[in-house]
């Protein structure tokens, strides 16, 4: 049974970076072919999909957040990690990181964790 368990600061503050860790257990995430997923949900609102870190290490990010967005993986530790810079108040939101088997095969989700953004 796969595991994944965010792990991160609940606050932030505005322009800062935010950072997310997810640890993943019953499986690698150097498996082939899943990509490792960070997908959130402001408050109100659907869900967006962020990005993702493939089993090989390559990362996709969504074009609206290409460019305040990092997604790297630690394989030592089984953990993949967001970093979202220049953080505003729209940035809050329920944060999860998700595994895909393959064409938006969303099949195990953390819990997700909470983050807000305010001064």
């Known amino acids: 049974q796969v595991q994944l368990q965010e792990s991160g600061p609940g606050l932030v503050k505005p322009s800062q970076t935010l950072s997310l860790t997810c640890t993943v257990s019953g499986g690698s995430i150097t498996t082939n072919y899943y990509y490792w997923t960070w997908i959130r949900q402001p408050p109100g609102k659907g869900l967006e999909w962020m990005g993702a870190?493939?089993?090989?290490?390559?990362?996709y990010y969504t074009p609206s957040l290409q460019s305040r967005t990092s997604i790297s993986r630690d394989t030592s530790k089984n953990q993949f990690t967001l970093q979202l810079r220049s953080v505003t108040p729209e940035d809050t939101a329920v944060y999860y990181c998700?595994?895909?088997?393959?064409?938006?095969?969303?099949?195990?989700w953390g819990q997700g964790t909470q983050v807000t953004v305010s001064s």
């Open positions: 998700v595994r895909d088997s393959g064409n938006y095969d969303f099949d195990y």
């Open positions: 870190i493939s089993y090989s290490g390559i990362p």
